[in-house]
């Protein structure tokens, strides 16, 4: 018997392409393989013009218990047990989890990722560096490693106090405190919360209306958005006209434009 891939994935034909946690036994924890997996599928992602929005879903009663501490890691380079080893570890090594989250992040296209059930440690800095978390009523939230008396240091810190700010970064890594889904709507964490019953077909609403969106705005909004996160007032406003310059010139905008004045033009009429 053939066994199962540690993850799995499927171009639906309208532009979304699934790549699903596929370890249900090891709680999807993210080992090499799955890894690798990971990266081809989100390297196919964005050099495939075709394909206009990733979900990243798991099967099982995990979304991710993090990293597969029994799996080994593949060094990229050898590093010691000194601080600043420790430190290129986690930049360089860890089965490639920050270069992997960086290019999720930078890639110009939308990336969803839907959690079903718990996502906690590697899993969770996952979903942090995708642009919409949608959760189920059955998901929650944890960074285990406060037990273990270190920090999630693969994005964790960085892109949760970012995104949830100083004050619910606090609960979940000093405290160590858990979020169930409707608190993590409360801090921010997700952007909604659907019945487990219908998760699935939500999920799928949600990815099909991205789908048919422009691809040029979307892709420059992802980008303004970051980038006026970190700016001031007047830096932030120079970098949304700088943007729409661009996105006011693309032969598309001109065209719907054109149309929608002159049906403006015939309603009036």
Same mark, same amino acid.
């Given at each position: 018997m053939t066994e199962?891939l540690?993850?799995? /994935?499927? =171009? /639906? !034909?309208? +532009?979304?392409?699934?790549? *699903?946690?596929?370890r249900?036994?090891?709680?999807?924890?993210?080992?090499?393989g799955t &890894?690798?997996?990971?990266t081809?599928a989100v390297h196919r992602f964005r =050099?495939? #013009?075709?394909?206009k929005? &990733?979900?990243?879903?798991a /099967?099982?009663r995990?979304f991710c218990?993090?990293?597969d501490?029994?799996g !080994?890691q593949?060094?990229? /380079?050898?590093?010691?047990?000194?601080a600043s080893?420790?430190?290129e570890?986690?930049r360089?090594?860890l089965?490639?989890?920050q270069?992997?989250?960086?290019?999720?992040?930078h890639?110009?296209?939308p990336?969803?990722?839907?959690?079903?059930?718990?996502c906690?440690g590697?899993?969770?800095?996952l979903?942090?560096?995708c =642009?919409f978390?949608l959760a189920?009523?059955?998901?929650?939230?944890?960074?285990?490693e +406060?037990?273990?008396?270190?920090?999630p240091?693969s994005?964790?810190?960085?892109r949760? *106090?970012?995104l949830?700010?100083?004050?619910?970064?606090?609960?979940?890594i &000093?405290?160590?405190k858990?979020?169930d889904?409707?608190?993590a709507?409360t &801090? +921010?964490?997700v952007?909604?919360?659907? #019945?487990d019953?219908t998760?699935?077909a939500e999920?799928?609403d949600?990815c099909?209306h991205l789908?048919?969106q422009?691809?040029?705005q979307?892709?420059?909004?992802?980008?303004?958005i970051?980038?006026?996160?970190?700016l001031?007032r007047d830096?932030a406003?120079?970098v949304?006209r700088?943007a729409n310059?661009g996105l006011?010139?693309?032969?598309?905008?001109?065209? *719907?434009m054109?149309a929608y004045?002159?049906k403006?033009?015939?309603?009036r009429g």
């Open positions: 199962a540690p993850l799995l /994935t499927e =171009d /639906t !034909g309208d +532009g979304i392409l699934i790549a *699903t946690l596929n249900p036994e090891q709680l999807n924890a993210l080992d090499m &890894m690798d997996l990971l081809e =050099d495939t #013009p075709e394909l929005v &990733m979900l990243i879903r /099967t099982g995990y218990a993090g990293a501490l029994k !080994g593949r060094k990229i /380079t050898p590093t010691g047990q000194t080893g420790i430190r570890n986690h360089l090594n089965n490639g989890m270069q992997l989250w960086d290019e999720m992040e890639i110009e296209k990336i969803v990722v839907a959690h079903h059930a718990p906690v590697g899993g969770l800095e979903s942090l560096s =642009d978390r189920a009523t059955s998901a929650s939230y944890a960074f285990p +406060g037990l273990f008396g270190v920090l240091a994005g964790g810190v960085s949760l *106090t970012r949830c700010g100083p004050h619910w970064a606090r609960w979940l &000093m405290a160590n858990p979020a889904a409707q608190l709507l &801090m +921010g964490l952007h909604q919360v659907f #019945p019953e998760f699935e999920v799928m949600f099909r789908a048919k422009n691809g040029e979307m892709g420059a909004a992802k980008v303004a970051e980038l006026c996160a970190e001031g830096g406003r120079h949304e700088m310059s006011m010139l693309n032969p598309a905008y001109l065209e *719907t054109r004045v002159e403006l033009g015939r309603k």
